[in-house]
């Protein structure tokens, strides 16, 4: 079974500074990571996401998230935030055994609040 | 492409009463759909999956009578909360993916409230 930590519940950041949100991820084996981002009363949208290859990964929106396997992290970054970017922030990781049934287990989610 | 659809975005109904929470496949099929509940600030904890054609499959702790789901098409799931309670209140989220290494691709959710 997988899980996932992200030990920010909250990240205040004032605007246009360098901003990083953790993750940590377990699980006996080979996984995929993602990136959700939520704005209130809303959906999931993915940000960006880990399958195989590089382990950088960027969005269109400036973010970028490194998998480091040897320390088990899925870090989001980004080198300056602005105000929009104020949201939940989701860490979410699948195995890939099952195809199109695999199962995405999130972690607790970072408010990523950006300050003026 | 792979837009999913939930309907109705928001809900208000009596203790007691039954809820119907649609989602929808836009542009792809999915065999597999996947309903989540978040509770307030907090995460998305996954309720059960959605089959085509079979039955969901729960997961541990949630009460299959209560949240009745149906996955009749490939592209429609439905999730039925009957005698809804005030702790039924909360947020649901439906998703899907379109290839089998694909994202999960989420509806808008439905904030459910149970007066």
């Known amino acids: 079974a997988q899980s996932v930590t992200q030990l920010d519940s909250q990240v205040p950041v004032f605007e246009e500074a360098p901003v990083e949100l953790r993750c940590n991820y377990s699980?006996?084996?080979?996984?995929?990571l993602f990136w959700y981002v939520q704005y209130p009363n809303q959906g999931l949208q993915l940000l960006l996401k880990?399958?195989?290859?590089?382990?950088l990964v960027e969005s269109i929106n400036g973010f970028e998230a490194e998998f480091n396997k040897s320390q088990t992290s899925f870090h989001l970054r980004k080198p300056s935030v602005h105000i929009s970017d104020t949201a939940e922030y989701f860490c979410a990781v699948s195995d890939f055994t099952g195809g199109a049934t695999n199962k995405l287990i999130f972690g607790t989610g970072t408010l990523l609040a950006v300050q003026p | 492409g792979a837009v999913v659809s939930q309907h109705p975005s928001w809900v208000i109904c009596k203790s007691g009463t039954s809820v119907k929470i649609e989602c929808r496949s836009l542009?792809?099929?999915?065999?597999?759909m996947f309903w989540y509940r978040q509770f307030p600030k907090q995460s998305l904890m996954l309720m059960a999956t959605s089959n085509e054609g079979s039955k969901a499959t729960y997961e541990q702790g949630v009460e299959k009578d209560k949240f009745l789901i149906n996955h009749a098409s490939l592209t429609l799931s439905t999730l039925t909360v009957t005698s809804a309670h005030p702790e039924d209140s909360s947020f649901y989220i439906c998703?899907?993916?379109?290839?089998?290494?694909?994202?999960?691709?989420f509806g808008n959710g439905t904030r459910l409230t149970v007066t």
């Open positions: 542009d792809f099929q999915a065999t597999t």
């Open positions: 998703s899907a993916r379109n290839r089998a290494e694909s994202p999960l691709h």
């Open positions: 880990y399958l195989s290859g590089s382990t």
């Open positions: 699980s006996s084996v080979s996984v995929y």
